[in-house]
């Protein structure tokens, strides 16, 4: 049973424009939540989190959006350039030593 | 600073081979987990510890084996390797409870099973 999902493998935007990345997940307990990069033959590198008693979190040209009502999240990118191409992943956690729970990943292409 | 480093970068292997993976992290990290990722499975934890001397099994941990006798390194192992055990494997680590980012990942480890 997928705890975070991330529903749309793949999304293509022009430069200049915003990318939206969406993730949505079932468990309550989960209190935070971070968004992750990666390019190829490279490891996942952290790009910002949110906690849960939050429902915005800006980082320069990076803002992550908590409905938690509705269980979602979702990453704006604006305006998205070239070098965002990569695939991102939403991951979960609640408490302080639970491992992360990883989305399936979206791959972002963004055109020139 | 190296970070977490992640040995070998590739390796192929013979159905039933063994093989162990090595992660070492310089950073003092207590915490370290082993994850691998397969096309449209995203990230998926095969064990974990949380310091050392201690190990914890992850969601799909069927086949493999680790060790952390030492808190710098985490070793999985393969003792008979299967074709459905190809993927990339990613070694992590983090710092100690209370910080919730700070997950560093090594660099991936490449394996094909044939």
């Known amino acids: 049973d997928q705890q975070v999902k991330q529903n749309s493998p793949s999304l293509s935007v022009q430069e200049g424009r915003i990318s939206i990345l969406n993730c949505d997940y079932t468990?309550?307990?989960?209190?935070?939540f971070l968004w992750y990069k990666k390019y190829p033959a490279e490891g996942p590198t952290f790009l910002i989190s949110?906690?849960?008693?939050?429902d915005k979190n800006e980082d320069g040209r990076f803002t992550v959006f908590l409905n938690k009502s509705a269980k979602h999240l979702s990453l704006h990118i604006v305006p998205s350039q070239p070098g965002d191409s990569a695939v991102y992943f939403c991951?979960?956690?609640?408490?302080?030593?639970?491992?992360?729970?990883f989305g399936k990943g979206t791959r972002l292409s963004v055109i020139a | 600073n190296a970070g977490v480093t992640q040995t070998p970068k590739f390796r192929v292997l013979k159905t039933g081979q063994s093989m162990t993976l090595l992660c070492a992290q310089d950073?003092?990290?207590?915490?370290m987990y082993w994850y691998r990722q397969d096309p449209g499975m995203g990230l998926r934890l095969i064990h974990y510890?949380?310091?050392?001397?201690?190990?914890a099994k992850g969601e799909v941990p069927d086949g493999y084996n680790v060790s952390r006798l030492k808190k710098q390194n985490f070793l999985l192992g393969l003792e008979s390797a299967a074709p459905s055990q190809t993927s990339v494997y990613f070694c992590?680590?983090?710092?100690?409870?209370?910080?919730?980012?700070?997950?560093?990942f090594g660099s991936g480890t490449r394996l094909t099973v044939v």
């Open positions: 510890s949380v310091g050392e001397g201690t190990t």
């Open positions: 949110i906690s849960s008693i939050k």
């Open positions: 468990n309550s307990m989960f209190d935070y």
């Open positions: 950073m003092n990290h207590e915490y």
């Open positions: 991951a979960a956690l609640y408490s302080g030593n639970t491992p992360l729970v």
């Open positions: 992590a680590s983090r710092r100690t409870p209370g910080t919730r980012i700070g997950y560093t």
